[in-house]
Nanobody, 121 residues
Framework: QYQFVESGGGLVQPGGSLRLSCRPS????????VAWFRQAPGKEREGLSC????????YYADSAKGRFTILRDDAKNTVYLQMNNLKPEDTATYYC??????????????WGQGTQVTVSS
């Protein structure tokens, strides 16, 4: 079964940073466009950032611009989300998924279990 395995979450104070990692299980990342999403309790899933395959192009939702950076290392078969200046409202479970670049937040595939990020003092 194809899915992602997310890691790197945890408890961080406001203003802190985290780097989330996401590795595919059962397939090779380089063939796919990928995206990071998050979902907070009681809220809908929110798209944060997308990155295309091969010649990487990125796109960020307004909530992620200026603070989050999506990175991919196809040699390590891993996609990352660097998150800086974290705020309590960033508290959520974070997921990555395979997407289509031209509609990158509309649907995704190969969801994992996610990694929990809690921003609190």
């Amino acid at each position: 079964q194809y899915q992602f395995v997310e890691s790197g979450g945890g408890l961080v104070q406001p203003g802190g940073s985290l780097r989330l990692s996401c590795r595919p299980s059962g397939f090779t990342l380089e063939e796919y466009d990928v995206a990071w999403f998050r979902q907070a309790p009681g809220k809908e899933r929110e798209g944060l950032s997308c990155m295309s395959k091969r010649i990487p192009t990125t796109y960020y939702a307004d909530s992620a611009k200026g603070r989050f950076t999506i990175l991919r290392d196809d040699a390590k078969n891993t996609v990352y989300l660097q998150m800086n200046n974290l705020k309590p409202e960033d508290t959520a479970t974070y997921y990555c998924a395979v997407v289509y670049w031209d509609r990158c937040f509309s649907e995704g595939w190969y969801w994992g279990q996610g990694t929990q990020v809690t921003v609190s003092s």
